[in-house]
C-alpha cells in the first residue's frame, strides 16, 4: 500500500519550545488527518481537515491542508510533557473519478520527546 | 465521543492456535478496520468491512480471516497462528462518508499479541 512521506522520523525537544511536522505525497488527498499515539494505546484523532487550504486548532494544535492538496503540516506550541508520543498523518485519497473510498493511507509517524 | 472497544489490551498464544480478537463500536458506523502496527512499518490494513457479512482484503490479508454478523461489531481471526504474527493490533471504525469529506477513522485502544 501506498505511504505518506513525513517528516521528520522523531523530536527531542526541551518543555515550551514549538514544534512543526509535515507529510507530504505525489498524489492528491482528499482529506488530511492528524493523530497522537500514546505507549501503549490506539491513535486519537487529533485534527480533522477536508478542504484544500483549510487551518484548524485544536489548543496548542494547528494544522493545515496544503493548496496543493498534497501536503498537510502540524504545529504544536508551547509544549508539555505529555505531548509526547508518535503523531501520525493519514488521509483519503483521491480517485480521478473525483471519488475517494474508506481507506486511509499513512505516514510511519513523529516521535516526539520532550524534556521538561 | 466515539468508543471503540478491543476485547483484550494483551494476549499470549501458542503457534497453531486458532485466535480470535474482538472489536465492538457504539457509533453504528457502517465501516469498521483491521490493522497490524509493527516497529519501522507503520500501520498496515489487513481486512475491512464496509456493511455486516461484507468485507474486503486490505493490504496483508494472508494468514487472517474476519467476520461481521452484526454491524457493531467485527472480529479478526487467525487460522492458525505462527510467531510472525506477534504484534500489535487495531481496530477502527467510521461513517462511509462517500465521495470529498471522508470521514475519519476512531481506534481502539489496540491489542498486543504474542505467539510464542
Known amino acids: 500500500g501506498q505511504q505518506l512521506n513525513q517528516s521528520p522520523q522523531s523530536m527531542f525537544i526541551q518543555e515550551g519550545e514549538d514544534v512543526s511536522m509535515n507529510c507530504t505525497s505525489s498524489s492528491i488527498f482528499n482529506t488530511w488527518l492528524w493523530y497522537k499515539q500514546d505507549p501503549g494505546e490506539g491513535p486519537v484523532l487529533l485534527i480533522a481537515l477536508y478542504k484544500a487550504g483549510e487551518l484548524t486548532s485544536n489548543g496548542r494544535l494547528t494544522a493545515q491542508f496544503g493548496t496543493t492538496r498534497k501536503d498537510s503540516f502540524l504545529n504544536i506550541s508551547a509544549s508539555i510533557p505529555s505531548d509526547v508520543g508518535i503523531y501520525f498523518c493519514?488521509?483519503?485519497?483521491?480517485?480521478?473519478?473525483?471519488?475517494?473510498?474508506?481507506?486511509?493511507?499513512f505516514g510511519k509517524g513523529t516521535l516526539l520527546t520532550v524534556n521538561p | 465521543d466515539v468508543k471503540v472497544t478491543q476485547s483484550s489490551r494483551y494476549l499470549v498464544k501458542r503457534t497453531g492456535e486458532k485466535v480470535f480478537l474482538e472489536c465492538v463500536q457504539d457509533?453504528?458506523?457502517?465501516?469498521m478496520f483491521w490493522y497490524r502496527q509493527d516497529p519501522g512499518l507503520g500501520l498496515r490494513l489487513i481486512y475491512f468491512?464496509?456493511?455486516?457479512?461484507?468485507?474486503e482484503k486490505g493490504d496483508i490479508p494472508e494468514g487472517y480471516s474476519v467476520s461481521r454478523e452484526k454491524k457493531e461489531r467485527f472480529s479478526l481471526i487467525l487460522e492458525s497462528a505462527s510467531t510472525n504474527q506477534t504484534s500489535m493490533y487495531l481496530c477502527?471504525?467510521?461513517?462511509?462518508?462517500?465521495?470529498?469529506?471522508?470521514?475519519?477513522?476512531?481506534f481502539g485502544d489496540g491489542t498486543r499479541l504474542s505467539i510464542l
Open positions: 468491512s464496509y456493511d455486516v457479512k461484507m468485507k
Open positions: 477502527a471504525s467510521s461513517y462511509p462518508g462517500q465521495g470529498f469529506g471522508n470521514q475519519p477513522q476512531h
Open positions: 457509533m453504528d458506523h457502517e465501516n
Open positions: 493519514a488521509g483519503h485519497l483521491h480517485f480521478p473519478s473525483g471519488g475517494s473510498n474508506y481507506k486511509l493511507t
